[in-house]
């Protein structure tokens, strides 16, 4: 048996479904929610667009915050950004 992400357990404060949205859709949406969310808090973007994967990591850490990872699910990738500021 595999390890489980540890990403799995993670309860985000808010989730943003940008499913069939294609980039740059995602990461607006994402911009947007981190706005919503108290510092410290956790945001998971679900989407599929394998851009995304890319996208929000390099935006998080020019915006200051953090990165945590994403899991593969089947046909879309779910993506946690830690609010810093």
Same mark, same amino acid.
């Given at each position: 048996?595999?390890?489980?992400?540890?990403?799995?357990?993670?309860?985000?404060?808010? +989730?943003?479904? #940008?499913?069939? *949205?294609?980039?740059? /859709?995602?990461? %607006? @949406? +994402?911009?947007? #929610?981190?706005? *919503?969310?108290?510092? /410290?808090?956790? %945001? @998971? +973007?679900?989407?599929?667009?394998?851009?995304?994967?890319?996208?929000?990591?390099?935006?998080?850490?020019?915006?200051?915050?953090?990165?945590?990872?994403?899991?593969?699910?089947?046909?879309?990738?779910?993506?946690?950004?830690?609010?810093?500021?």
């Amino acid at each position: 048996m595999a390890d489980q992400n540890p990403l799995a357990d993670l309860k985000p404060d808010k +989730t943003v479904d #940008a499913r069939g *949205t294609s980039c740059p /859709g995602p990461l %607006l @949406e +994402t911009k947007k #929610a981190i706005a *919503t969310i108290p510092v /410290g808090g956790v %945001l @998971e +973007t679900i989407s599929s667009d394998a851009g995304t994967n890319a996208d929000i990591p390099v935006w998080a850490k020019k915006m200051g915050h953090e990165f945590l990872g994403s899991i593969e699910e089947s046909g879309y990738w779910r993506v946690f950004v830690r609010r810093k500021k």
